[in-house]
């Protein structure tokens, strides 16, 4: 058999880790279709066993015949073909596999299976699984975007289905952003993760270390019953704390008041203001890396009032005086010999997000600031998804768009590659 396509630095590098594993292949329709060529042939490299489902509208993109050829399988397609159910039925199919994998995954069958719908082969196997699954979505930036799909995949995650997210980039509707399918090495690197996991010392990088991280608002009392506070869920730092102790840190998370879980495996020190949750991070010291996503409040009032304050009538609604809280990144970051190996903060800004970014990290002494714009049209605060960049001496990285679970990994995984 002859290869289409030149052999790239990712494929030199693996080894066959997948000889012997069946992976089931599903392809749906879309541009991107023609990629599941090139995943087959990088698994097939590796001596991995692949049999491909199509979907009616992956045959319009790719045909049956040059899947067939590189899987060097039968390919399937028709629910109802008395050869495939005589053969091999659907349920037969889901069985012989190790991992289903759609790639690429349309908004449509992504709905299909948050549905429960089988009214296809592909959608049939997909109900009728109970082996893991990964997709690979790839489609218009507005269909990625519409909040149909992101609830979607937010349920299908929740599931326990594996989501490698698109890429961002020139599609082939003319649009820019993400939805482009993710690149076959790395989807290759996702089923190797999942179907031959790395050993210990790989998987738990951070196993050893003790992280500390900041999440949520916080609020500052004005009297028994009222407080000033901010829109922060808790959910990108909730989500560093968890990816942290994914990869094996001991994890001290200092959380304000929040409506999210507290993330399992992880410690947590419940507080109320800026003054406590400083308290609190100087208790935790000393750890190897700190992580500041609060939302910390920058004043209180400077006298709570022991009382409800009353309305009186004819009298003038009263003042507030406010006086500025301790910073506490800065405060940690300047604790001498006990500052955390690694200090990252973050920057949430409206308005000149870089400039802020960078002078935040000059001021605050810390080593990397995570800048996110926050301004209400981009959904952000309190939202699902997070766009970063992350600001060192180094330079500027900018991250594409992605749900904040995901931006919580990559950052984890920055943060044992710095520690080493
Ligand atoms: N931070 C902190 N303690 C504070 C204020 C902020 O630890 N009292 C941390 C935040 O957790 C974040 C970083 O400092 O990691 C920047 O927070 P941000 O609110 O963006 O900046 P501020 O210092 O509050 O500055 P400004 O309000 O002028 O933007």
Request: charge should be neutral; hydrophobic fraction near 45%.
């Amino acid at each position: 058999m002859t290869s289409a396509v030149g052999t790239s630095a990712a494929e030199t590098l693996a080894t066959a880790t997948l000889a012997g594993k069946r992976v089931l292949l599903v392809v749906s329709g879309g541009i991107a279709a023609y990629k599941a060529l090139e995943l087959i042939r990088l698994l097939r490299k590796q001596g991995c066993g692949v049999t491909c489902v199509m979907t009616r509208h992956a045959e319009r993109f790719v045909t049956p015949l040059s899947l067939q050829a590189l899987s060097e399988s039968k390919v399937y397609a028709d629910l109802f073909s008395l050869t495939d159910e005589s053969e091999m039925g659907h349920i037969q199919l889901s069985r012989a596999a190790d991992l289903l994998v759609v790639a690429p995954a349309s908004a449509d069958i992504l709905a299909k299976m948050t549905a429960g719908l089988a009214d296809d082969l592909a959608s049939t196997v997909l109900l009728a699984t109970d082996k893991p699954v990964l997709v690979a979505p790839a489609m218009n930036v507005r269909m990625w975007l519409h909040p149909a799909t992101q609830a979607n995949l937010s349920l299908l995650r929740q599931r326990g289905v594996r989501v490698i997210d698109p890429t961002e980039g020139a599609m082939a509707c003319n649009e820019f952003g993400p939805g482009r399918l993710a690149e076959p090495a790395d989807i290759l690197t996702a089923i190797e993760g999942i179907l031959a996991p790395a050993p210990a010392s790989v998987r738990t990088p951070l196993a050893g270390r003790h992280a500390l991280v900041t999440s949520g608002p916080t609020h500052e009392p004005i009297d028994p019953v009222r407080y000033i506070a901010n829109r922060s869920s808790g959910r990108q730092g909730h989500a560093i704390a968890a990816a942290l102790a994914a990869l094996g840190a001991r994890v001290t998370l200092v959380s304000g008041p929040v409506s999210v879980p507290d993330p399992a495996g992880v410690t947590v020190r419940h507080v109320e203001t800026a003054r406590e949750m400083l308290d609190a991070c100087q208790t935790a010291l000393p750890v190897d890396v700190a992580v500041f996503a609060a939302a910390v409040a920058d004043w209180r009032v400077e006298q709570e009032s022991a009382g409800k304050i009353k309305k009186q009538p004819g009298v003038e609604p009263p003042s507030l005086r406010l006086v500025p809280n301790p910073d506490i990144l800065a405060a940690i970051a300047a604790a001498g010999p006990a500052r955390p190996a690694l200090v990252v903060g973050f920057a949430a800004e409206t308005d000149d997000l870089m400039a802020n970014a960078q002078s935040k990290l000059r001021r605050k002494n810390a080593d990397w600031i995570v800048a996110n714009d926050v301004s209400p049209a981009t959904g952000i605060m309190g939202g699902a998804q997070n766009v970063v960049s992350i600001v060192s001496a180094a330079g500027i990285e900018e991250w594409p768009r992605m749900d904040k679970d995901e931006v919580a990994r990559r950052l984890a995984q920055r943060i044992a590659a710095s520690l080493g």
